[in-house]
């Protein structure tokens, strides 16, 4: 079945530092990618998403490259902020339900 | 534009008894999907209802059950509570029950805790 495996946490950085958190997927057909961001006690909310293979996803300096051929959906900011604390979550959809990877936690200290 | 709304923010209940969260979806969207998410994983899939109709359905027992109303907004009940049923329980809409791949908007979630 569909499957999403996600670098588990928790990570800890410096601010300013390249933050890369890895996900790979299983899926039948062809999935849309998703990262998704939750911050304490709140909902997840969404950061970016790729629909298609070779397509970037984008927002708020973070980056995520649908890699067909690996089988990846790494997410990538290249200078963290403290602010950027939270879990982040990988997801793929083939249709009607979201299939969620463990999240990683990342906590960025100043 | 209201976001996803969700309430209660949280709840507690004991065992064996039955528990009702409501969910009221983004503006413009007719579909509602539910997810448990237990402390420190990932969110699990429950349903999906769109159309007023359960349209899929996760691994997850049938004491959990749902329903949509006519304005889209939907319930998610549970029956026979378990210790094991305390979790966040999120919401999210989304448009055209998955025809298109559309982005889920999921609410705050409610937290239930089963004593």
């Known amino acids: 079945g569909d499957s999403v495996t996600q670098m588990e946490g928790p990570v800890t950085l410096s601010e300013e530092a390249f933050l890369t958190i890895n996900c790979t997927y299983t899926?039948?057909?062809?999935?849309?990618l998703f990262w998704y961001v939750q911050y304490p006690g709140e909902g997840l909310q969404l950061l970016l998403k790729a629909t298609k293979a070779d397509d970037k996803g984008s927002n708020k300096g973070f980056e995520a490259t649908y890699r067909k051929e690996t089988t990846s959906f790494h997410l990538e900011k290249g200078s963290v902020q403290v602010s950027d604390s939270a879990v982040y979550f990988c997801a793929l959809t083939t249709g009607n339900q979201f299939y969620f990877g463990t999240g990683t936690s990342l906590t960025v200290i100043p | 534009d209201a976001g996803v709304t969700q309430s209660p923010t949280h709840l507690i209940k004991t065992r064996g008894q039955q528990v009702t969260l409501r969910c009221s979806p983004k503006?413009?969207?007719?579909?509602v999907s539910w997810y448990q998410q237990a402390l420190g994983q990932g969110p699990q899939f429950i349903f999906q209802?769109?159309?007023?109709?359960?349209?899929q359905r996760g691994n997850f027992p049938d004491r959990f059950s749902g329903h949509q109303f006519p304005n889209y907004s939907s319930e998610l009940n549970v029956n026979a509570l378990l210790l094991g049923d305390s979790a966040l329980y999120l919401c999210?809409?989304?448009?055209?029950?998955?025809?298109?791949?559309?982005?889920?908007?999921f609410g705050p979630g409610t937290r239930l805790l089963v004593l």
């Open positions: 209802y769109y159309e007023e109709e359960e349209r």
């Open positions: 999210a809409s989304s448009l055209g029950a998955g025809q298109y791949q559309e982005t889920q908007y």
């Open positions: 503006s413009g969207h007719d579909t």
């Open positions: 899926a039948t057909g062809y999935p849309s």
